[in-house]
């Protein structure tokens, strides 16, 4: 089974270290015929690309994305797309501080114990860079969903940064390109601008939560049991690196509410169901509603903190470890953008595996 | 791509609706030489069963588990097992109230809208009658894994109902059997009592958390990127009927965290790591570290309540519903042990699929 | 990795032993909306059931279908539809003679050797009664291949038994069911009638080849590399009990033509290439032509025949086995219904898969 | 589901066109700690370079592979090994001739018709050069078979050309190397020599049959039904570019076989079963004897030759086409490593699915 791979039709198979020559997608299943250029792509690589900003990692990767197969003249041929960026700066550091420590929260102890090899530089496979292949692949995508459906729109932000959370009544979408954060919330951008000018001085990290909505999807995508669209973008988002919580809609708060306040009630306007709230998150028994489709997931603080932690080496020693480096001190902050393409691989794929099994939806509502 | 399979070694199939005559789970790549007989199957399926207790649905399903295939003289062959059960009480009843009608909060008319075929007898095959299937298949689990792994230890219990959770200091694991919510709190089970009488009584329901551990796992399950095993288990769990969110160690609450906070420190004793605490939920990097594997899911209250709401028929006309029936005021309380099937299932195939790929552990920690 | 499972799109995954309660398939992914009842599915077991004529195994079995899951009010829902037949004809019979012996060309040692477990009634998963749940499978495909492509057709007929070849000047494709054999030549069913009746007195057995062609495919079907129809045909028909070897057109002959000989030259007549000859066997780049795909596959004898000969128990011990029992003496015969269905499988998987990826044919030739 | 790749644990995805940039192999799930340089998979590459004899394409490439990923210090660490091969003779040509008509007997039509997009530069991703890809990952591979089964040997060879078949009794593996056709009888190599000087010189070309085996395999690889490991050698050699038939052990010619000439007579020394003969391929049951694994398959003369063939154009003109250009006039030549390779795949495939499934053989035989 392939470990390295996600998505059924459209298939996307990420390879690469963090300091290696390169790193990328192959990408199978795209269906011919959809408008691409490494500039199309380039486009959503250069919103994640570290270095733009105070708040984010410091490392300067050009993130140039080339393509190798897949197009002629200027469109997908439905043959494999393969995707590939070259590592630029793998800047020559001294690691023999780290090379036998294992960094607390890190993959380090894990990949060492399973593999009994361990690519120090960086993370090796386990870096948040193998995100950037992931939003290569999204760009790709995004072409293709915007040649299938038009009018379906895949849009993420930051909702919280530690226990600083936004306030719904004061979103304005188009403040999210206005900050470093991709908030919403002009106000609450702004506080968060001060909390991590402060951890950042003192080496520290915090967790984010990310929201990625899908507007105006189609109704009838994703299929019972495990094949549920909700299931499948559970997977995506849990994929990336440091998160450790998924919710669809209400999400973990449905925990809290009634019967009475869960039940989006149905009502019917201009030839299509409408509904009075969306706790279903537009999805339900896994099938999507014509709602947004809202998916949030949470991004711990990284682990790559300034202040001495306890640790081991590989000799089992107790030690102790700093590290430095050039990280973000919150890593939720370049998660937004793999949150998108990671939503826009799984739309684009029950696309497809709805015209696989249905062809289109069969079941008419109205008069 | 099928789209009612779960697993990549350990492959389980579900099949059958509410009110056909039978459902089931096709369950392939099983190890050889399993011991396993009905009865240990059944075990696991009484547990989730219901009728057996005033807080969940009155449907009395005897649930009984057949093994049509797969089996030699009480152990498993390697071959498909074939895992059955009858269903009984299919109650003869008038659905014309509601086979025009769609269920707020339920996947009618997704299912309509998509296959335009409604399975109006229960719900059909978006029916958490499904889940008994789950049961079946994680008890075989539970069998191979007490073949291979046999410190392996999966449990499940309920750690919050509506906004009232369970007080971590009180937790008894003994205590989870004593009452009938699989709650390991003795005094929060009496609470969640009441509150549960007074939601039955007004035709309401509420949402619940549960948290599945897997104890003594071995080191080295998973893989990176898309074999993460917290990816597997994400989908595993938000593949249950009424899920809306996933949690991995920290969970959402991770957002919250700084990075000293989250950083859980690694110390070395009696020849093996041990760490200062699990913010990881025992898997880093993907692949787990030998402490316990820990997540949690929120189940959504169940859509079938007294108070009427409005909906739409098939026609396009408004209209309102109430949904009559032997539904569960708390569905979480049953899903439980679908919860630990879950688990088990997920944790078995990442057993099969280390060893596939690395035989056994290949990293040294220690002198 | 699911090893009792078969396609993309719709898959099959068979289970069940030739001694069990019953064997069936679990079908997952056929569209909602096909008309299906037992009786269409039983059909295509009655031609393929045992016992019929005396060149078939006397084991009486009625091979009759239940549909357990996946339809509704006689068309599938799209949801996983179990086809369940039960085990009638198991007869009580003494096995000590062959319980501790490995009955040459069979899978008697193999099993045994991987899996440590040997099903010695009838061989277990082994046996050729499998098939019968891949003839169940087959004629849901049928049905949906009827639903969805009308025109298309599948046949499949015996083109040699021994060394006797069918004329390819006499074929008459309404002789196939006037003759125990379906063979299109009725000179040539004589012939191997006298054949058989020797064989079958003297307790010995005989290979055949098989054709089948599916007619008025849509040009368009397959792709790629490792998704080639093809690949897909010969993996289908490789699966069966007993087969050797996989052709395609012109086949393991393609070896003795050249370039001039074998190139199919293309016109185009109503709209449509036409092409002078069909040594491609319908499929060009692993893609459908519109030609009619050609197959054939070549069974070996059954290996239970009445002459002993040499194995060795389970001790290691060297002895002879005479494997007395119910057997076909050409069980190529039984193949023909299989390999139909297997190609009905196949051709409807590729058209599931050719509208995922291309929704349907992009390129337009003609004026 | 991905059309570009092939096996279930050890995956291989190939990418890439004739005459764009780069072609390659993206490989998931290779064992980590197997040692592999660039230079042990040029060494296989080099065996299937084009213009190393006059019998083969005077195209001339370098095929000179780079490791992108994958490897650390010299061994794979059990991540995505991405082999990448760059194209470096695109010779610049005038396509006009061929670009809007469709050569018979090749994938032009059939792609134009499905994806309405074709790549007329040296037939895109239906070249043959694709097995350059296959080759690569076949040499990795072979590494990961060298590592973990040393006995293990692969070997494939040209057994017949036209209609001149080699003699077996004059078969020498050494001789293999010795000529340009990896003839295994010198006499033999001799005749095809003058045969193929003479099709060269009309500009026709000729079809071929290809040998491989594998020999010292372990007992106990493949699994029942779909998993049989003649199933995934069938569709690996069928994935080849040209080829028309696939046979395991006798092949097609079992049909002319009774039962008692067919079944391979087991004794035992030295502790293991040995067997009379080999007419099974060292399968039986879909599962290897530990006998030498045998297949064949037969590769259709190159339909690309110098004598005009009719056709049409994309606007279904009538028209006549002759394929000039830098063409091997048997391509089944350099076929032989291409089918080396898949079996290595497939093998070491099939050697990571046994682990997973039963771990280690758990049947003995012997006192």
Redesign the interface.
Known sequence: ??????G??F?V?????SH?????A?V??C???VPITAETIQHWLDKRKPGQNKYTTQRREADAV?I???T??G?T??????L?IRNTDQRSKDYSEIMDK?R????D???????????YRGG???SAR?TAARVAAGGLARAALKHLTPDLNILGYMV????QTIDRSRVDLDQIPENPFWCPDAQTAAAWATTLDD?RKSG??????IEVIARNPP??L???????I??????A???INAV?????????????????????????ED?T?VY?SN???G???????GQDIVARF????????L?P????T?????TEIITKGRHDPCV?IRAVPVGEAMMACTILDHI????????E???????
């Open positions: 089974m392939s470990m390295n791979t996600f059924h039709i298939r198979t990420t390879w690469g270290e290696g020559p390169a790193l990328g192959t199978d299943g269906p011919p015929g080339e190798l197969s897949g002629f003249e469109v041929t439905g043959m494999p797309v393969q590939m294992f607390p929260g890190h993959a102890i894990t990949y060492w114990q399973k593999y009994g090899i361990r690519d090796g496979r386990s193998e919280q940064m530690g226990d951890l520290n990290s915090v967790g984010a939560v109704a009838g994703g299929a019972p049991i495990y094949g549920k909700d299931t499948d973008i559970a997977s988002m849990m994929s450790k919580g998924v919710e669809i809609g209400a999400g973990m708060s449905a925990a809290t509410l009634t019967g009475t306040q869960n039940a989006d009630e149905i009502g019917f030839g169901p009075s706790h279903a998150g999805i339900l028994g896994g099938i999507s509603t949470a991004v711990k603080p990284t682990s790559s903190i202040a932690r306890k640790t081991i590989k000799a089992g020693d107790q939720g497809l595996l709805h015209r696989a099994h249905v062809g939806n069969q079941g008419k509502i109205g008069p």
